[in-house]
């Protein structure tokens, strides 16, 4: 039965702190590190409070080293906070890790909690009986998953038959499968075909409405931000930097327009000699020249004109600014 509290997840003020060791170089070294004493505090996650209703997707977003995975361990119970209040469910997780565990469901990246050699229906009993689920459920979870995705080829196949997509799209189910309140996704795309991220987004959007159960993502994968979330939370360095949609984020941006050049020869190279000639963000791929444009700085037609003096260019495109873009400058330059 799903929870009835307002919000799934609130934190306030969260801190984790960690102990390092300063380690010294070499042999000597490591034997005096055996008896050392010498620690740094290094803070994960500093003073985050947020608030998560329950029913949404919310996309939670930092680069590597941000402190992601680290509050995703607080939330789940892993991890005890150093400071600050967190309840999950209405519970404190780390306080309550057996009935904390008994209502999420987790996908970290390509670490399966499904039996490599044992055909996927098996590992489904298998967590039936894990997470207690009556069979009446278990046979409404599994019909559910035929009216959404074609199981039935993978489900007398074994695991280790599978290939990535088909194996991410089971770890996903099988989280679904004992209807938790709360789903944690970490990188459930990385890897995968374009034609498999559509179906999954398309998964994990259909489980989320249908059961109304709250996912926590985390991506670097834009694409999948903008295909389920419409709220996004960002942090960087363990603190927080944005969190609201993304519709309000992009107004933050609303000047700026991506420019976009195709010249003959080699596209990394002319990247670089724009580089030089322009104030903007650069970027190149096989068929493009994308220039970010920030048209209170300078129009994108005065930086097309100036452009057409210098190089050949064959072919061009205008386009609103990406949430890839928006978030790639967020990490360089913060929100105020």
């Not at 207690?132 to 695991?159: G, N």
């Not at 694409?223 to 519709?247: E, F, H, P, T, W």
């Not at 930086?303 to 890839?324: A, C, F, K, P, W």
Request: charged fraction near 30%; include cysteine; proline fraction near 2%.
């Amino acid at each position: 039965m799903k929870n009835s509290t307002e919000n799934a997840i609130v934190m306030k003020g969260i801190v984790k702190e960690f102990k390092v060791l300063n380690r010294r170089e070499g042999l000597k070294g490591s034997i005096l590190d055996l008896f050392s004493r010498d620690y740094r505090t290094v803070t994960a996650v500093d003073n985050i409070s947020v608030e998560i209703p329950k029913g949404q997707i919310i996309g939670y977003l930092g680069p590597n080293g941000a402190g992601k995975s680290t509050t995703i361990k607080m939330m789940t119970g892993v991890l005890e906070p150093t400071r600050g209040e967190i309840l999950v469910n209405g519970c404190v997780p780390y306080k309550n890790r057996t009935k904390n565990a008994e209502n999420i469901g987790v996908v970290f990246g390509q670490r399966s909690q499904l039996w490599w050699s044992l055909p996927l229906i098996e590992s489904f009993r298998l967590l039936k009986e894990i997470y207690l689920i009556s069979e009446e459920d278990y046979r409404e979870m599994l019909d559910l998953f035929r009216s959404l995705v074609d199981i039935e080829p993978l489900l007398h196949k074994t695991v280790r038959q599978m290939s990535l997509g088909q194996r991410t799209l089971s770890d996903i189910l099988a989280a679904f499968l004992h209807n938790p309140d709360i789903v944690f996704l970490d990188e459930p795309t990385i890897g995968l075909d374009v034609s498999m991220k559509a179906k999954i987004r398309t998964l994990i959007h259909a489980l989320n409405q249908e059961k109304h159960t709250t996912v926590i993502l985390t991506t670097h994968d834009m694409g999948d931000v903008d295909a389920l979330c419409r709220r996004i939370v960002i942090i960087d360095k363990g603190k927080m930097l944005y969190d609201n949609d993304i519709a309000h984020l992009k107004g933050f941006f609303g000047s700026y327009r991506t420019l976009k050049v195709r010249m003959d020869g080699d596209l990394q190279a002319h990247a670089e000699e724009i580089r030089k000639e322009v104030d903007f963000s650069v970027s190149a791929d096989e068929e493009w020249i994308s220039i970010l444009v920030d048209e209170e700085k300078e129009k994108v037609l005065d930086v097309l004109g100036r452009l057409q003096h210098t190089h050949n260019i064959r072919d061009m495109q205008l386009e609103e600014i990406s949430t890839e873009e928006i978030i790639k400058k967020i990490y360089e330059e913060g929100v105020e």
